[in-house]
């Protein structure tokens, strides 16, 4: 069966510092990839999505990035963070077409 | 832009109590589904809708899907604790096709009181 796993579970990080979140998947090949984040407990917000090894979209003008360096391995980055950049932080894979989300248990950073 | 709108945000009921929440898209959605996150969880997939006019059922739980595939609702009857979460309708980004990009509505937060 799929898993998905993501880490770290929480990280609390200064202003300024780079940030590193990885996403892996297994039991599946070819998956759609996702990072999503979720501010104050409210909605989801798409920041990327992957359809192929480095293959990124960004959905929205922001401070971090995301690569795909491996089919199953999806990386959330940023050079320097902001405080705005605190959230719950969420890896979610999919099939291809529309098919429903399987989310990681995701990351709650803190920027102090 | 494409919205996905859902009320209440939050609602408190006695357990036992029936509850409804209401998803609306500004746009036609050629499926919606509905994910359910546990306080300090991650989103859960519940179910997908794809015919207009659809219902389906879960035990406790009834989905339906609009006949104009714009709007959804997710009711519980007799609610429990453990029905206790933040249930959120989710459908297609407009034009995104294969890629499986979804907007989320902003969730409605369910308190139960034992």
């Known amino acids: 069966s799929q898993t998905i796993h993501q880490w770290p579970a929480t990280l609390v990080q200064p202003v300024g510092s780079p940030l590193s979140l990885e996403c892996t998947v297994e039991g599946t090949s070819n998956p759609n990839l996702y990072w999503y984040r979720q501010a104050a407990g409210r909605g989801l917000q798409l920041l990327f999505y992957s359809i192929g090894i480095d293959q990124i979209s960004s959905e929205v003008p922001q401070n971090l990035s995301a690569s795909r360096p491996q089919d199953r391995q999806f990386i959330l980055s940023s050079k320097k963070l902001l405080l705005s950049d605190s959230g719950f932080y969420l890896c979610a894979w999919s099939p291809r077409g529309n098919s429903p989300l399987h989310f990681g248990n995701g990351t709650r950073l803190t920027v102090t | ?114």
Not at chain 2, 17 to 28: L, M
Not at chain 2, 46 to 56: A, F, N, R
């Open chain 2, 1 to 114: 832009g494409q919205q996905v709108m859902q009320i209440p945000q939050y609602q408190h009921v006695q357990e036992g109590e029936d509850f409804t929440t209401y998803c609306n898209s500004s746009t036609t959605l050629s499926n919606i589904q509905w994910y359910k996150q546990r306080p300090g969880g991650h989103p859960v997939f519940l179910i997908q809708l794809v015919k207009s006019g659809e219902v389906k059922k879960q035990k406790r739980l009834t989905f339906q899907f609009g006949e104009a595939k714009k709007n959804s609702s997710l009711h519980i009857t007799a609610t429990q604790t453990t029905d206790v979460g933040t249930y959120f309708c989710a459908g297609p980004v407009e034009g995104s096709s294969n890629t499986g990009k979804l907007i989320f509505g902003q969730g409605t937060t369910l308190q139960v009181k034992p």
